[in-house]
């Protein structure tokens, strides 16, 4: 697969520096992760043309937008990107309507304007479009946010952590739409959160970021169960399988979905037969047993080898996995994986005693 | 709590020790724009030979007047007119028969700039100037003396077109000095040399007496001033040689 | 009542002021956009000569303007240069004066109300495709509003009332440069009292009807709560 987004940046304001160079894919979600202060939402205004960087290259799909060695900058308002803020900051003097248009009015009319109808379904705003911001809950603004930046059709969507600033309520009253533009969206999506939830439900590539650095970039999944990225140690240390739903038993209120090298019982999901879903397994709801258990409660037990091990000097140790290709991280004791055992190459069996499903 | 047995026989003592230092009184005083320099002097002189001292007001005479008549502290008048205190004394502010002419203002043709103005002030109907200012003939006897003056030539109406006013007579020397009026008429008094007793810079032209109205600046003693040994004495003092002496020096003719 | 003469000072006055205030407006905009945001080191020195006016006494101000702008001051000799003439009793005079002292009535309320509209709004509208002057004329201006409302009437009515700079400078001619606080000064010097009641009165009564419909109006604007 090619990478048609090429970042790289060097920025030095003294007591934070900035130093990126990444290759990312030019479809799917990819979240830029990391604690505040690692440079995460600096780097998406860099690309914004928000900030600028002393020293950078910027080209998306082929477009250069900067490059500091022929003193190309180009200015944010030429930039054919959507920008999604932290605050839905939208403009207090105009109502919904008129923050949609605001871009529209500034783009040439040949130009490939998105369908306004549509992205107005999308994420669900028609019934707003007369009100003023005032008027609005957080999480409706923020969905009018959305939309104001997509009307424009950019060839990229940068979104700077959109659900920080809601409360839980309002988070799950967006997460489903921001799953939405996922399938529905062929642009690319760049995407600053903290949160591992926000990664798990969103999340096609993952950019680890520390101290102003990349400290890894890949594939979720890859990147979920990696020891050496400081996601797998998390208390919400979790690993995200691509799965499809196979049938539904109905009697037990149960559904079987089917990955490429098994299948797992869930609790009854509301969806077709044929519909892919993100099934999300937390590391502290697995164990592991060297003998295929044959009495037990638990419905998934799944055969797997054990790929490496690394102790959190806090009485846990994190377990890697996998499950035919599928990655998979367990958080047991320590004192278990001494008594087991535990070494690479292993093959123990895995029992999962929950799920939950992103989509 | 103050040791009241310690405190108030001192406090006593230190009354004591002050009050020959209130035996010699001070007084408040408006004096006219115009008489600045001279009553400034004559002040100083004052305080040496009676022991009483003067706060001076400088400002314009109108305005004194309203203040008095809406309880103003002065106690006396040193007017750049007669009107002045005629109107205190009719509204019964000042002591009936106080009053008195101490000084006769002396008009000057006046510029900043020397060989400008000639000795017979032949420049106003030559002409050649852009502005010429006085004092607002409503509000101050020097304007009202120079409108008299550009009157006799029967240059008024042409003139009337160049003319600016200034508020008082310090301002219109402002306007002359700073050079945006070329010329103006102003009180000798703001622009003689008094060790000379000529014009000290730029050049003019002293109008002679006989061309307006003499400029009859009165004084008079306020009620407020009655109890106040300093403001009698200090009525008393313009009338004295020394005072006189100041007065003349600084341009002023004397009253007969 | 008021004579004649009283009405060609309030015309004059409504003149001088609506010129002045014009004439701050385009001025005194990008001054204070430039204070709001700037964070060079000359923006201390800059605020504080412009708030000058504020704490001078008005004499004060008029006497150094009184001089630069005489034909031996910086002023005087580059208007003398651009073949104009001195600018002391004349109207231009007056209008160079009454902007240079209301000037921080019109800066300092721009520059509050821009200050309070922030990096994010400005932000938004660049990534809306919007260039930095379309983002001035379609997010600031709307946002500054009250601030924009409330620099044009307290410059236009600190206008009006301006006396000291205009006594020093203006050298009381009718028509030219006799404005309606001299007017009232004059009466009240000259002890007509009635008359300078009369038109003190119609000064009073403009200025707390203008002030009136002024704060009335910023309280039910929507964005009120931006001004400080």
């Known amino acids: 697969m090619t990478n048609p987004i090429i970042v790289r940046f060097r920025l030095d304001y003294g007591a934070f520096q900035l130093a990126v160079d990444l290759s990312l894919p030019g479809s799917g979600i990819t979240v830029l992760f990391g604690h505040s202060g690692s440079g995460k939402t600096t780097l998406l205004r860099c690309i914004a043309g928000l900030q600028r960087a002393q020293q950078g290259y910027l080209e998306i799909n082929g477009n250069v937008w900067q490059d500091s060695e022929r003193g190309v900058f180009l200015p944010t308002h030429k930039r054919p990107l959507g920008y999604v803020f932290q605050e839905a900051n939208l403009f207090p003097h105009l109502t919904v309507a008129g923050n949609l248009q605001f871009g529209l009015k ?66 799950h009253e967006i997460l489903p739409f921001l799953s939405r533009l996922h399938s529905e969206l062929a642009i690319p999506v760049l995407y ?91 590391a502290r709801d697995v164990s592991i047993a060297l003998e295929a258990p044959t009495a037990t409660s638990i419905l998934n037990v ?18 890697r996995l996998q499950v035919g290709n599928q990655a998979l991280l367990a958080h047991i004791t320590r004192k278990s994986a001494l008594l087991l055992g535990l070494h690479a190459d292993m093959a123990v069996y895995v029992q999962i005693k929950g799920t939950s499903i992103l989509n | 709590m103050l040791p009241n047995r310690f405190f108030r026989p001192l406090i006593v003592a230190w009354l004591i020790l002050l009050a020959p230092a209130s035996w010699a009184a001070t007084t408040l005083v408006a004096v006219a724009a115009n008489f600045t320099k001279p009553m400034t002097e004559i002040a100083a002189e004052f305080e040496k030979s009676t022991g009483h001292s003067a706060k001076l007001s400088f400002g314009s005479t109108g305005k004194f007047v309203s203040q008095m008549e809406n309880g103003g502290p002065f106690e006396v008048l040193l007017a750049a007119d007669e009107t002045g205190p005629q109107k205190l004394l009719q509204d019964g502010l000042a002591v009936p028969g106080s009053e008195f002419i101490y000084a006769l203002g002396k008009l000057v043709l006046w510029s900043a700039t020397p060989g400008t103005v000639d000795d017979q002030g032949k420049i106003l109907s030559v002409g050649g100037f852009k502005h010429l200012a006085l004092a607002d003939p409503k509000l101050a006897p020097y304007g009202a ?17 160049l003319i600016v006013q200034g508020e008082n007579i310090a301002q219109t020397y402002q306007f002359i000095s700073t050079a945006n009026a070329e010329l103006g008429f102003v009180a000798l008094s703001q622009v003689i040399d008094i060790n000379s007793g000529k014009i000290g810079s730029g050049s003019g032209w002293i109008i002679p007496n006989s061309d307006y109205t003499p400029i009859r600046q009165g004084a008079v003693l306020l009620k407020k001033g009655v109890e106040n040994p300093a403001a009698q004495a200090l009525l008393d003092y313009l009338k004295s040689a020394p005072a006189l002496a100041i007065i003349k020096k600084y341009g002023y003719d004397l009253s007969k | 009542m008021l004579t004649s003469a009283d009405f060609d000072t309030l015309l004059l006055t409504f003149k001088v002021a609506s010129i002045s205030t014009a004439l701050m407006m385009v001025l005194g905009t990008p001054l204070a956009w430039w204070l709001a945001r700037t964070s060079s080191a000359w923006k201390g020195i800059i605020n504080a000569v412009v708030a000058l006016p504020l704490v001078l006494p008005p004499t004060v101000l008029g006497f150094y303007l009184l001089v630069m702008m005489g034909p031996a001051g910086v002023i005087g000799e580059f208007t003398n240069w651009l073949g104009i003439g001195t600018l002391p009793f004349t109207f231009a005079g007056l209008v160079v004066a009454s902007v240079l002292y209301s000037i921080p009535f019109v800066v300092q309320p721009l520059q509050a109300a821009f200050a309070t509209i922030g990096e994010l709004p400005l932000e938004a509208a660049a990534t809306l495709r919007a260039s930095p002057l379309d983002t001035f004329f379609s997010v600031v201006m709307p946002l500054a509003k009250p601030g924009f409302l409330t620099a044009i009437i307290l410059g236009f009515t600190h206008t009006v009332g301006e006396f000291g700079v205009v006594l020093m400078v203006g050298g009381n001619i009718p028509d030219k440069t006799r404005v309606v606080s001299v007017q009232i000064y004059n009466h009240v010097e000259a002890m007509d009292y009635s008359d300078a009641h009369w038109l003190a009165g119609v000064l009073l009564v403009f200025s707390f009807t203008v002030l009136l419909t002024l704060y009335t109006v910023l309280k039910t604007q929507p964005t009120a709560h931006q001004l400080k």
């Open chain 1, 106 to 171: 500034r783009i040439a009319k040949q130009s490939n304007t998105a369908d306004l109808q549509h992205i107005v379904e999308l994420l669900g705003i028609a019934h707003l479009l007369k009100r003023l911001p005032d008027c609005l809950s957080g999480g409706e603004r923020q969905r009018v946010a959305i939309a104001r930046a997509l009307a424009l059709n950019p060839q990229i969507l940068l979104m700077d952590e959109p659900l920080a600033s809601l409360d839980a309520k309002r988070k």
């Open chain 1, 192 to 282: 600053v959160t903290h949160s591992q939830q926000e990664v798990a439900q969103l999340a096609d590539t993952l950019v680890i970021m520390e101290d102003g650095r990349v400290q890894a970039s890949g594939p979720l999944a890859e990147m979920q169960s990696r020891l050496d990225v400081p996601l797998a140690q998390d208390r919400d240390a979790a690993t995200v399988w691509q799965a499809t739903v196979s049938e539904h038993e109905t009697d037990y209120y149960l559904t079987r979905v089917v990955f490429a090298d098994g299948a797992l019982s869930l609790p009854l999901v509301d969806a077709a037969v044929g519909t892919p879903l993100r099934v999300q397994i937390y």
């Open chain 1, 302 to 319: 799944l055969p797997a080898t054990v790929t490496g091990l690394a102790d959190d000097h806090g009485g846990r140790t994190v377990v």
């Open chain 2, 145 to 161: 003396a120079a409108v008299e003056v550009l009157k006799k030539m029967g240059l008024k109406e042409k003139l009337q077109p």
